[in-house]
């Protein structure tokens, strides 16, 4: 199991949490997706790896800026 953390900038609300919970879910084969604009916080669970790109590409489309922390 894969357990990534990203760094997200741009999130004031719940509607921004929603947003690019929305986006990292169209990825893959995620099982678990935990967004917090309280601490600009993303969390990341997959059975196998997490393609980094596509999760800061989703991000992005979000309207945000990410970068992984772990």
């Known amino acids: 199991m894969s357990v990534i953390e990203y760094q997200v900038t741009g999130m004031t609300c719940g509607h921004c949490e929603m947003s690019v919970r929305e986006e990292v879910g169209k990825i893959g084969p995620i099982q678990r997706i935990d967004v917090s604009a309280a601490t600009g ?3 990341v669970t997959a059975d ?3 393609d980094d790109a596509a ?3 989703a ?3 979000a309207g945000y ?3 992984r922390l772990s």
């Open 41 to 43: 916080r993303l969390v």
């Open 48 to 50: 196998g790896p997490v």
């Open 55 to 57: 999760v800061v590409a």
């Open 59 to 61: 991000v992005d489309e």
């Open 65 to 67: 800026e990410a970068v």
